[in-house]
């Protein structure tokens, strides 16, 4: 008996002992500098009516974790807010100032915690975004970039201005679209065509959903999986025991690894076929990243890592720059005059914006974009006021250090509350709306309300420091180029009215997607 019985009181023990005293241990260390820790997304913490009743309220769509900071801490939260999930403690940056240290004076000891990864390491594998700050994360980080220098970049630039100017056409007849899938869609197309090259456009791939198997297209086959990935964060047993993080064992868990291996035979099979092609040919055709990768020595004998890393590149790219488009259209439909100065600086700039369609697209090239200052202010207005993504991937410091008046504990998870840092009233002028003109030095929205100049970390939608986003280029110039053709001689009208005043929120993160439909005006020559 006693046999059964130590063994059992002493794994109950460890388990209060980790999930409650040790975590209580940390929190007691952070409350007494002054963090608050308005409740955790577990019973145990005592909190758990309070975020019941957050959750029946909640109806915004937004990351529910974004919201409960407002909710429980007002619209101008502390610097940072304790959370708990499960046994995990971790602390969201709620302000720039802390990120001072983290992205520019203290860079050095900035790091990725491995949380966010072991969430999405079915999805993802041993994605290079996730990864701690090694020499392996720098030499892969160095390929990537790579295959966006500015050679390569001008090539993937003209396959979007093929596939924005056939999605369009298809566009014109069906007159009124949900925009949200459609700009994913087409975005998605053109993510797929920098990836694998333009022969590949969005295919089929098996997709099992509650029991039952259909086809979905590759990149919304991609998307979902992320998406499931992350709402393990919220599944109880995980919560309670996320020991089990790397066992696939509900129905849920079990219906994602199918779907996750649909993709990465795909991507194998890609592999193959060009590798084939390479054997016969002597050279690999195309600038796209899968065939960059294998010709890299680091790379090419590893096909795991390959296709860990078109994933990875794919999730970051596609739906991050859909949002920034289809959130720029709704604010420019709700806009008449800011709509009215754009299409002047376009016309301005572009000789054939609004006439044939093959002309401007030969007209847009990486040179004239750089002549359109206010479709860059939209671009950087739609990324503040809903970042596509909202809050940060895990990270950490790799010292013990004062943060703005906190010592923060090495390797403590610390989340970037990306969102709620281009809202903080203190740096924005009326920080709800949309005004593009917060990023034209003439203008008086340039500074704080204070009229002071705002802060450099006030604005991070790429977040920053050696962890920056690595596509931020890439997407500042695909906005630049896709949308004056998507504006070319029609407008984007809203259909449903009360979207006028107020669009439902859309960012790259959420578990379920808003439905935006639009109407297509041609506008007469
Ligand atoms: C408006 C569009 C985009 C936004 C707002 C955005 C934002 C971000 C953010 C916030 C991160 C940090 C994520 C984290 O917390 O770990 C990130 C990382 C990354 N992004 Fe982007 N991104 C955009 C477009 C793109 C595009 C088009 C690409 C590829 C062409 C890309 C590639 C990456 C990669 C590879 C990383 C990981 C960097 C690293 O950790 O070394 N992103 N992005």
Redesign the pocket.
């Known amino acids: 008996m006693i046999m059964i019985y130590v063994p059992l009181i002493l794994l109950i023990a460890y388990f209060v002992w980790d999930r409650y005293f040790r975590v209580k241990l940390r929190i007691n260390f952070y409350e007494k500098q002054g963090i608050q820790f308005p409740a955790g997304f577990v019973p145990i913490f005592g909190s758990y009516p309070k975020i019941m009743k957050f959750m029946e309220q909640h109806t915004t769509n937004k990351y529910p974790i974004i919201d409960f900071i407002n909710y429980a801490q007002g619209e101008n939260p502390p610097i940072y807010t304790g959370m708990v999930f499960g046994k995990q403690m971790c602390i969201m940056i709620n302000r720039h100032e802390p990120l001072q240290d983290l992205f520019i004076s203290k860079n050095k000891f900035f790091d990725?915690n491995p949380f966010?990864a072991n969430l999405l390491k079915q999805t993802l594998g041993d994605s290079?975004?996730?990864l701690k700050t090694n020499e392996l994360?720098a030499k892969k980080?160095k390929v990537?970039s790579a295959s966006?220098y500015k050679q390569k970049l001008v090539q993937m630039v003209e396959t979007m201005k093929d596939i924005a100017s056939e999605t369009m056409v298809e566009w014109e007849k069906q007159g009124e679209l949900d925009v949200v899938t459609e700009i994913a869609n087409m975005m998605m197309r053109n993510?797929l065509a920098?990836v694998f090259g333009r022969y590949n456009d969005n295919p089929s791939v098996q997709y099992k959903e509650n029991g039952e198997i259909k086809q979905l297209k590759l990149g919304q086959s991609i998307q979902q999986n992320i998406g499931k990935g992350l709402e393990r964060e919220f599944q109880l047993h995980l919560m309670l025991f996320p020991e089990l993080y790397n066992q696939y064992i509900s129905k849920q868990d079990r219906e994602l690894v199918f779907n996750v291996d649909q993709g990465k035979n795909y991507i194998l099979d890609l592999i193959k076929s060009k590798r084939e092609q390479f054997a016969k040919t002597g050279k690999y055709e195309g600038d796209d990243l899968l065939s960059s990768l294998l010709q890299d020595e680091l790379f090419q004998n590893d096909d795991q890592m390959i296709i860990n890393e078109c994933l990875?590149?794919f999730s970051?790219?596609a739906q991050?720059?859909a949002?920034?488009i289809t959130n720029f259209l709704c604010y420019m439909a709700q806009n008449q005059q800011q709509e009215e100065k754009l299409r002047n600086e376009l016309n301005t700039v572009l000789k054939n914006f609004g006439k044939e369609n093959e002309k401007l697209v030969k007209e847009l090239n990486m040179e004239i974009i750089e002549d359109f200052n206010y479709l860059k202010y939209c671009f950087y207005e739609a990324?503040r006021i809903e970042?596509?993504?909202a809050l940060?991937?895990s990270?950490q410091v790799n010292e013990d250090m004062e943060m703005s008046g906190v010592t923060i504990k090495k390797d403590e998870v610390l989340i970037?509350n990306?969102h709620q840092i281009h809202h903080n009233s203190d740096q924005w002028i009326e920080h709800d709306k949309y005004i593009p003109e917060r990023f034209d030095p003439n203008s008086k929205y340039f500074l704080t309300p204070a009229g002071t100049p705002r802060h450099q970390t006030s604005y991070i939608?790429?977040?920053g420091g050696k962890?920056?986003?690595?596509?931020?280029t890439?997407?500042e110039y695909?906005f630049k180029t896709i949308v004056p053709i998507m504006m070319s001689g029609r407008k984007f009208r809203l259909t449903n009215e009360e979207y006028l005043t107020s669009k439902p929120h859309y960012d790259a993160i959420m578990f379920k997607k808003p439905v935006i439909r639009m109407r297509l005006e041609k506008i007469q020559k």
């Open positions: 990725k966010s290079h975004v996730f994360w980080r990537i966006l993510i920098c990875t590149f970051a790219a991050t720059t949002v920034s990324i970042p596509p993504i940060s991937s990270c970037v990306i939608p790429f977040l962890r920056i986003c690595l596509g931020k890439f997407a695909s």
